[in-house]
């Protein structure tokens, strides 16, 4: 019972709800291995023991009552400290607002609650979560587990932590540019992002409306160790709530896909080539897909690149208005790190893009969209890089403009998903040079059961295995 914590979820909801195991019991051990590692990685800033066991003690009274539970019933899990959770402080790895309680749950807590899930703490974030690099001022740098010089990837980067150090089988990340994949591909986790809509996930700044970026491209998903998990974590938050209004009531399982499922290998759209390593897990990834009967090519998308360079127009002209705040309450790595954004987006958009360049970005986002939606009526998937590179050594972003040239450039694939608004699901392969790598797979809206298939093929022959203790 002392390696609970090992347990996925899905051992340890069918553990709890046949009585094997208590609630109580997966809770605690989570817990010991939170004082055990959380010293060392910080993934976690607030740990709610207390309240954490007097949840799960009701968790197990509704068990031996044969009460109705949810599919994460009992099962621990944390949630970034950028959104709210009634009770507690949604800091955003900002100083100033470590005071700012909520008042009550987002509508992705709400959800997970409903599920029967137990909140055992909140993960860290970078200051705004706006950077693949999780330190702020306020709660300090989290670590990367596999190699302390390495990024665990930003801004769900305590989440995907948390997760590969067994802290819990589930945490809840979110993802603008990449927020829930790149941490998840960094800490050797998997984790989804959802198509906007699937998950209720409305959350504004107070008394402001959330940016037009923000509405269209950032949604709120799992990281977990395994594929399964995901499914039960993805049911489970995508649940009608009344606050959301884009929110679309579309089965998690779909029509079963023509076959053979074709697959789009896509290595490459010009921006910046991709590792050795990075190549080794795209083509393994694609030999195990092959031998399940997908059928697996080769294809070239331009597009991929006009809409990373999109997302530097769109969600940086989104973003303009919180420069102020910024540089009234933001740390030095957040400024540091939008100076840089800035700087590199001014080389595409120029200084500051007018309102006519804007319009026409969100005009060009409809067709981008059109053109793929296309062609995945012919390849339903596409098998693609998270980066073009493994973790950053930390802080990459902040050196100086043209490290953060770099960066930008190897997160292609993170940034031109969120403006093309399709569902994609981070997966890992192997471990290369003592640091995970992976791959990503892209697939139709509202398709996400075609994602965790695909997935679950490449998260079987994958050489790498989690939870590890911090290196």
Not at 72 to 91: C, E, F, R
Not at 309 to 314: P, Q
Request: charged letters at 20%; proline letters at 7%.
């Amino acid at each position: 019972m002392e390696d609970l914590w090992r347990w996925t979820a899905t051992e340890l909801v069918h553990a709890i709800q046949t009585r094997n195991i208590s609630s109580r019991e997966a809770v605690t051990s989570c817990l010991n291995r939170i004082e055990d590692v959380n010293p060392t990685i910080n993934a976690l800033v607030e740990v709610s023991a207390e309240e954490a066991l007097a949840a799960a003690d009701r968790a197990d009274e509704a068990v031996a009552k044969g009460d109705r539970l949810g599919p994460l019933h009992g099962i621990p899990i944390s949630i970034k400290v950028n959104t709210d959770q009634a009770g507690h402080a949604t800091t955003n790895g900002v100083v100033a607002f470590k005071d700012h309680i909520a008042s009550e749950d987002s509508p992705q807590v709400a959800n997970l609650r409903k599920a029967g899930a137990i909140i055992i703490g909140r993960s860290n974030t970078p200051a705004f979560s706006f950077r693949w690099f999780t330190n702020n001022d306020l709660h300090g740098r989290t670590l990367n587990p596999w190699d302390v010089s390495r990024t665990p990837g930003g801004s769900s980067g305590g989440a995907a932590a948390a997760v590969a150090t067994g802290m819990m089988p589930i945490a809840h990340g979110t993802d603008l540019g990449g927020s829930i994949r790149y941490p998840a591909y960094a800490c050797g986790v998997t984790g989804i992002r959802p198509t906007v809509g699937r998950a209720p996930s409305w959350s504004a700044p107070p008394n402001k409306d959330p940016s037009l970026s923000a509405q269209t491209m950032s949604v709120h998903g799992p990281l977990a160790r395994s594929v399964a998990d995901l499914r039960l974590a993805l049911t489970s938050l995508s649940r009608y709530d009344p606050r959301d209004p884009l929110y679309t009531p579309t089965p998690l399982n779909g029509a079963p896909l023509k076959r053979p499922i074709r697959v789009g290998l896509l290595r490459d759209v010009g921006v910046a080539k991709p590792t050795a390593a990075v190549h080794r897990a795209l083509d393994t990834s694609a030999d195990r897909l092959g031998d399940a009967g997908y059928v697996v090519e080769e294809v070239d998308l331009p597009l991929f690149e006009e809409a990373y360079k999109l997302w530097y127009l769109l969600c940086l002209e989104d973003f303009r208005d919180n420069l102020p705040l910024v540089e009234q309450v933001g740390d030095e790595g957040m400024k540091r790190a939008a100076k840089h954004y800035y700087a590199v987006a001014e080389e595409w958009w120029g200084k500051e893009p007018s309102l006519a360049n804007y319009k026409r970005g969100f005009a060009r986002r409809g067709t981008l969209i059109s053109e793929l939606q296309q062609l995945l009526q012919e390849y339903p998937l596409l098998l693609l890089p998270v980066s073009a590179e493994q973790a950053f050594a930390q802080d990459t972003d902040i050196a100086n403009v043209e490290s953060m040239r770099h960066a930008m450039a190897a997160q292609w694939p993170m940034m031109a998903i969120p403006v093309l608004g399709f569902p994609a699901i981070a997966v890992p392969t192997s471990v290369v040079d003592g640091l995970p790598v992976g791959v990503q797979l892209l697939g139709r809206r509202f398709r996400e059961d075609t994602l965790f298939d695909a997935a679950e093929i490449i998260e079987a022959h994958a050489d790498l295995a989690t939870p590890i203790d911090p290196r």
